[in-house]
């Protein structure tokens, strides 16, 4: 499975963004997707993942929405009200087990840039 995420940007605080996440294959409605990030000197942290049901890490939960389209092979993360200190690399990640979390991930994605100003 390749993972392509897109739609990072900068935007100011309180504004959206929405990343989407493009993945080859044919298996793609098996795994679990799910949405992490990285901001510098910090480590990858989860976001949000979703198989059937979606959850979130309480630091985005009822700011973000994470959802799946299977017939496009494409998983999206809707991010409203955001924050300076949501500013990070966002990756996409695809794992074939019963849940994501950072130690079961079985493919990542290249990053995108978001950037909240104040």
């Known amino acids: 499975v390749q993972l392509q995420a897109s739609g990072g940007g900068s935007v100011q605080s309180g504004g959206s963004l929405r990343l989407s996440c493009a993945a080859s294959g044919r298996t793609f409605s098996s795994y679990v997707m799910g949405w992490f990030r990285q901001s510098p000197g910090k480590e990858r942290e989860f976001v949000g993942g979703?198989?059937?049901?979606?959850y979130y890490a309480d630091s985005v939960k009822g700011r973000f929405t994470i959802s799946r389209d299977n017939a496009k092979n494409t998983v999206y993360l809707q991010m409203n009200s955001l924050k300076p200190e949501d500013t990070a690399v966002y990756y996409c990640?695809?794992?074939?087990?019963?849940?994501?979390?950072?130690?079961?991930?079985?493919?990542w994605g290249k990053g995108t840039l978001v950037t909240v100003s104040s």
């Open positions: 990640a695809a794992s074939s087990r019963a849940t994501i979390n950072a130690n079961a991930v079985d493919y």
């Open positions: 979703i198989w059937w049901s979606e």
